[in-house]
């Protein structure tokens, strides 16, 4: 089981149900910006999806990619870092020392300090809450109205996720070979 994450990001409406979703499952405060995941809106024209329609385009970004080869892990002096079964980097609460050098190495930007419980915290695809209950989606696909995320399991040939994988582009934002789990669609055709 290796799971990952697709946006359909051209059908983001920016509604934040998304981040708002993401805060409640994961107890962080309602005004606290930039944590787990977040909406970035910008024009289109010269960015790295390589659309030219000249109009604000809405998308995740700085969320956890769930790379296969993480630059986190290895930095961590104290092996707080690792990953599960599924995929996903965990981080062990109680044995992190916030060195920071995890949050320093990721070139997304996907983790930030926790200031409750003291930890380099970051997306973990709902492992914790929703996946541990034996749910199947994750907090922000669930409420997403646009239905811009496709959550599940790459390993299954028949899942939601690896069905529109094999159905439409895609383009990943990669650093060397760190083989990100988030998967970004590009358009349809009209």
């Given at each position: 089981?290796?799971?990952?994450?697709?946006?359909?990001?051209?059908?983001?409406?920016?509604?934040?149900?998304?981040?708002?979703?993401?805060?409640?499952?994961?107890?962080?405060?309602?005004?606290?910006?930039?944590?787990?995941?977040?909406?970035?809106?910008?024009?289109?024209?010269?960015?790295?999806?390589?659309?030219?329609?000249?109009?604000?385009?809405?998308?995740?970004?700085?969320?956890?990619?769930e790379c296969t080869?993480?630059?986190?892990?290895?930095?961590?002096?104290?092996?707080?870092?690792?990953?599960?079964?599924?995929?996903?980097?965990?981080?062990?609460?109680?044995?992190?020392?916030?060195?920071?050098?995890?949050?320093?190495?990721?070139?997304?930007?996907?983790?930030?300090?926790?200031?409750?419980?003291?930890?380099?915290?970051?997306?973990?695809?709902?492992?914790?809450?929703?996946?541990?209950?034996?749910?199947t989606t994750t907090?922000?696909?669930?409420?997403?109205?646009?239905?811009?995320?496709?959550?599940g399991d790459l390993?299954?040939?028949?899942?939601?996720?690896?069905?529109?994988?094999?159905?439409?582009?895609?383009?990943?934002?990669?650093?060397?070979?760190?083989?990100?789990?988030?998967?970004?669609?590009?358009?349809?055709?009209?």
């Amino acid at each position: 089981m290796q799971y990952a994450m697709a946006f359909d990001y051209e059908l983001c409406i920016n509604c934040k149900a998304c981040v708002v979703a993401c805060k409640e499952e994961n107890g962080i405060e309602k005004g606290a910006d930039k944590h787990r995941l977040w909406i970035h809106s910008d024009d289109l024209e010269g960015d790295y999806f390589s659309l030219k329609r000249g109009r604000t385009t809405f998308k995740p970004t700085h969320q956890c990619q769930e790379c296969t080869n993480p630059f986190c892990l290895p930095v961590c002096p104290v092996d707080a870092i690792t990953k599960d079964k599924t995929g996903i980097v965990q981080t062990n609460v109680s044995a992190c020392i916030l060195c920071m050098k995890c949050i320093d190495v990721c070139p997304y930007e996907a983790r930030y300090v926790d200031t409750k419980r003291k930890f380099a915290d970051k997306c973990i695809f709902c492992s914790d809450t929703r996946l541990a209950r034996g749910e199947t989606t994750t907090a922000c696909q669930i409420t997403c109205p646009a239905k811009v995320r496709i959550f599940g399991d790459l390993d299954d040939e028949n899942s939601e996720i690896s069905q529109i994988l094999k159905d439409r582009e895609y383009t990943q934002i990669e650093y060397g070979d760190n083989k990100p789990h988030l998967f970004y669609l590009k358009p349809l055709k009209k």
